[in-house]
């Protein structure tokens, strides 16, 4: 077999067979199919598709480059273990909020997470602003976590799916992100290896979020309810609205802040909607739906948990979070309803703010972004502060006010709105017994555990 024939065979519509996905992945990962052949693989795929079958054996493939995490529940009191992804957008810090709330619900969460990357803020670097977290954990140390907090929120070990992280970088580059087998894959591989029982996706529709429509949304949804099904994990999906940020703020430290305000019983209503809607998702998973987590936010409980993650990773969950040496009002360009605050610009004029990175290796200021003062619906009027931007070097306001330029949309005062719900709808839980069949042997690669 030779690259070349696997990509000839995307490029002219054919279906690839186990053999040929578990060869190029298998020869990516160890440096033996060149970066140029993968990325002409990758843009045939986006640009052809893959079947159901192909999908799977690609994830599973991506799956074996590395090793599958293992969460015995004897070492964790015999507990379930659940975790969740977002498929990423403006202001989405529910993570913080969520991790120990399910925990002191009786769950355990290991929340491994990554840093943001472009327009879309990134879990590890809103908690970093706290002094003193670490985002690395050994598994040993995690293990030892997640049996004594019951949540960790770490960063994700080399080790799982190695061929993914060298993918999507390389996706990154050639534009081949925006495919849903390639990013259902990618998503996934991720979330298996992590090893937990059950996973929630809450897949972000809308103007900040890789998915524009519901169609698309529902279509990745699905593919990713499936393969979770795949591989024994029990996977529910909520399609939930990106066109508006999701709270008051986005931006690191600011989104800290918020998130301790809704674990203290406050916070925005949407961000509360959102954290007990994916909660109820994630207890259902893990079989623990007789419990409310509006109860474990009233009696503190879910604080406490907090204050316990935060403080085995070396962080202080009293210490004052960094603030912001100069700030810019953005203000209502007329009276009348807010009809429309733009996510994909609120989170590009946080970017240009400092909350964000162009490079992976890029600093992030973890001060800097966007508190909002109004959402749509509300009355505003002509010259009120709408937003209030942060940063610590002044000279990006420029930018980010230009990025913000089409982002608010003020209508007459009593116009009517349709706006949409936040959680859109729900996809479904696919059980291992009636997805198994698409899976053949699993792939295996050398000096590796198979999954
Ligand atoms: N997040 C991922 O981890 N992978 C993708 O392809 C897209 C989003």
């Known amino acids: 077999m030779t690259a070349i024939d696997v990509i000839r065979a995307k490029r002219d519509g054919a279906t690839l067979s186990d053999e040929q996905i578990d060869w190029i992945i298998h020869g990516y990962t160890r440096g033996r199919v060149a970066e140029e052949q993968m990325a002409a693989l990758a843009m045939a795929i986006l640009l052809n598709g893959m079947s159901r079958r192909e999908i799977a054996r690609w994830t599973a493939a991506l799956i074996a480059s590395g090793q599958r995490m293992r969460l015995p529940a004897q070492e964790l009191g015999g507990r379930p273990t659940v975790d969740k992804h977002s498929t990423g957008g403006v202001g ?10 399910v925990a002191a619900c009786g769950a355990v969460v290991p929340q491994l997470s990554g840093r943001g990357l472009g327009h879309t803020g990134g879990t590890l670097d809103k908690l970093e602003t706290i002094p003193g977290w670490r985002a690395g954990l050994s598994a040993g140390r995690l293990l030892a976590q997640l049996r004594e907090v019951g949540a960790a929120v770490c960063a994700a070990s080399d080790e799982l799916a190695p061929a993914d992280r060298k993918l999507y970088a390389l996706r990154d580059v050639t534009g081949t992100v925006e495919s849903i087998p390639l990013i259902a894959g990618s998503i996934m591989s991720k979330k298996i290896a992590e090893g937990a029982g059950s996973l929630v996706l809450d897949v ?4 900040g979020a890789f998915m524009k429509d519901v169609g698309q949304a529902r279509e990745l949804a699905r593919t990713m309810v499936a393969l979770g099904g795949d591989h024994g994990v029990t996977t529910t999906a909520v399609l939930t609205d990106m066109d508006t940020p999701l709270g008051l703020t986005a931006g690191n430290a600011l989104e800290v802040r918020e998130s301790v305000e809704v674990l203290a ?8 909607e959102l954290t007990h809607a994916l909660a109820r998702e994630m207890l259902a998973a893990a079989g623990l739906d007789r419990i409310d987590p509006a109860d474990r936010l009233r009696d503190g409980s879910a604080m406490d948990v907090w204050r316990r993650m935060i403080s085995a990773q070396g962080g202080d969950p009293d210490a004052t979070l960094p603030r912001a040496r100069e700030s810019h009002a ?4 007329a009276t009348g309803v807010l009809a429309k605050l733009d996510a994909y610009a609120v989170g590009m004029a946080a970017w240009h703010l400092g909350a964000g990175r162009a490079r992976k290796e890029d600093p992030v200021q973890a001060a800097a972004g966007i508190e909002l003062h109004a959402k749509p619906g509300a009355s505003v009027r002509t010259g009120q502060p709408l937003l209030t931007l942060h940063t610590d070097t002044p000279e990006r306001f420029e930018p980010a006010v230009a990025a913000l ?5 003020v209508v007459p005062p009593g116009t009517r709105l349709e706006l949409r719900p936040l959680v859109i709808e729900r ?3 696919a059980t291992p017994r009636t997805m198994r069949p698409l899976l053949g042997p699993a792939p295996h690669l050398d000096g590796h555990e198979a999954s």
């Open 405 to 409: 330029r089409d982002a608010v949309t």
């Open 92 to 101: 989405d810090k529910i993570t913080l909020p969520l991790a120990p709330l």
């Open 265 to 272: 019983g406050g916070g925005p209503c949407d961000v509360v």
């Open 427 to 429: 996809v479904h839980v």
């Open 204 to 207: 972000k529709v809308g103007t």
């Open 330 to 333: 953005v203000v209502a360009p």
